[in-house]
């Protein structure tokens, strides 16, 4: 079974992009400029995305939707694992980190900027939404350590 698509509420940005480096298609409600509650609400009807919220309230309202409780990144990573969220990073990186968009592995020959690895020699993704450039450097690791110790 397919991992649900997720939308996720103002004060969960950070638990985005570690769910995005997870494999999950983890839309942000500031990404979209999108704050209040009946637009998140019409968001995750449209979309069939499950709600990730704080707001006791929201979660109440909407149909599909899990109410975090915790304003710590690790403790929210905890409760998303035994709530059934597979946390492990992907294999592939497949979500931007910084808007969700889709991303490409980057051939061998292409050029990349200066600050980043040549992808001859590391496997570099980017964003075919937004342009920027991933690859498994210093932060994967932090990520995978911090996952690792849920």
């Known amino acids: ?9 103002a004060m969960l940005g950070k638990l985005a992009r570690y769910l995005r480096m997870c494999g999950y298609d983890a ?7 999108v704050e209040a509650d009946n ?16 707001d006791q ?10 109410l975090l409780e ?4 690790t403790e929210q990573l905890r409760e998303l694992a ?20 889709p991303l490409a592995r980057l ?8 600050d980043v690895p040549d992808p001859a020699t590391e496997g570099v993704w980017r964003c075919q939404s937004c342009g920027q450039h ?11 350590a911090t996952l690792a110790a849920l």
Not at 27 to 33: E, H, K, M, Q, S
Not at 57 to 66: D, F, R
Not at 107 to 114: G, L, R
Not at 134 to 144: L, P, T
């Open 1 to 9: 079974m397919a991992p649900p698509d997720l939308l996720l509420d």
């Open 27 to 33: 839309a942000y409600a500031l990404d979209r400029g």
């Open 39 to 54: 637009q998140l609400r019409t968001i995750a009807r449209r979309e069939d995305r499950l709600l990730l919220t704080r």
């Open 57 to 66: 309230t929201l979660a109440t309202e909407t149909a599909q939707s899990l």
């Open 70 to 73: 915790s304003k710590d990144i």
């Open 82 to 101: 035994e709530a059934g969220f597979d946390l492990t990073l992907a294999d592939s990186p497949s979500h931007c980190g910084r808007c969700n968009g």
């Open 107 to 114: 051939d061998p020959d292409e050029q990349t900027p200066a």
């Open 134 to 144: 991933f690859w498994k450097g210093s932060h994967w690791a932090d990520v995978a």
